[in-house]
Structure formats: C-alpha cells, structure tokens
C-alpha cells in the first residue's frame, strides 16, 4: 500500500526553476526518509538529496551546477525538491524514494519508488 507518486517535470529553460513533488500515502513522511535521485541517459543513478523523517536534509553531491534544496509539507504528505538556476547538465528522469527514517546514498536500499519524472533543462 505504500506509494509515491510523483509530479512537477517538463521542459525548462537554462536558469529556470522546477519544483518536483513526491507525495506518499500508506504512510507518513515523519517516519521515512524520502531521497531523490536522477539518472540521465547512458549514466550510472545518482542520490541528490535526501530528506530524513526527522526533517533534516543531506547534500549527495550532485554533479550538476543547479542549486538545489529538499523540504517537505507534513500537512500534504508530500515532499518536494525545488531545483533554480537550472543546467543543461541537470537534464534527467528524477525519482523519490522512501525508507525508514534514515537517508543513505544507496538506491538498493529504498524499497519504495516513485515513477520517475523527466526533467529536460534547454540550452
């Protein structure tokens, strides 16, 4: 029953801004950590951020120059990463991903997917 559902992709300019969402149900986002990750074509996937059950965010260093931040909205159940000042090196299918309470940077350990959304930053 735990699911994520993903939304805020598409088409953006070099320099714009894009907030994706992440919105749980099974579940509530003050016991799971939610991550985000991208891969874009023929690259390996990489962790982003990461948002712990208690709020707090870690940086995984993307390779991007895009600046990025991580927050959530108890209320809705949703977490969102909000992404400014957008690369073409950004360019990627985004997902969220859910686990117990904490983050970490390896995918294998999220057993909760959201379906991806495509990210496309033109130059």
Same mark, same amino acid.
């Given at each position: 029953? &735990?699911?994520?559902?993903?939304?805020? !992709?598409?088409?953006?300019?070099?320099?714009?801004? &894009?907030? &994706?969402? /992440?919105?749980?149900?099974?579940?509530?986002? @003050?016991?799971?950590? +939610?991550?985000?990750?991208?891969?874009?074509?023929?690259?390996?996937?990489?962790?982003? &951020? /990461? +948002?712990?059950?208690?709020?707090?965010?870690? @940086?995984? =260093?993307?390779?991007?120059? !895009?600046?990025?931040?991580?927050?959530? @909205? +108890?209320?809705? =159940?949703?977490?969102?990463?909000?992404? @400014?000042?957008?690369?073409?090196?950004?360019?990627?299918? #985004? #997902? /969220?991903?859910?686990?117990?309470?904490? /983050?970490?940077?390896?995918?294998?350990?999220?057993?909760?997917?959201?379906? !991806?959304?495509?990210?496309?930053?033109?130059?």
């Amino acid at each position: 029953q &735990l699911q994520l559902v993903q939304s805020g !992709g598409g088409l953006v300019q070099s320099g714009g801004s &894009l907030r &994706l969402s /992440c919105a749980g149900s099974g579940f509530t986002l @003050d016991t799971y950590a +939610i991550a985000w990750f991208r891969q874009a074509p023929g690259k390996d996937r990489e962790g982003v &951020l /990461c +948002i712990r059950s208690d709020g707090s965010a870690i @940086d995984y =260093n993307h390779s991007g120059q !895009g600046q990025f931040t991580v927050s959530r @909205d +108890i209320a809705k =159940n949703t977490a969102y990463l909000q992404m @400014d000042s957008l690369k073409a090196e950004d360019t990627a299918m #985004y #997902y /969220c991903a859910a686990r117990r309470n904490f /983050c970490t940077p390896r995918s294998r350990n999220y057993y909760t997917w959201g379906q !991806g959304t495509q990210v496309t930053v033109s130059s």
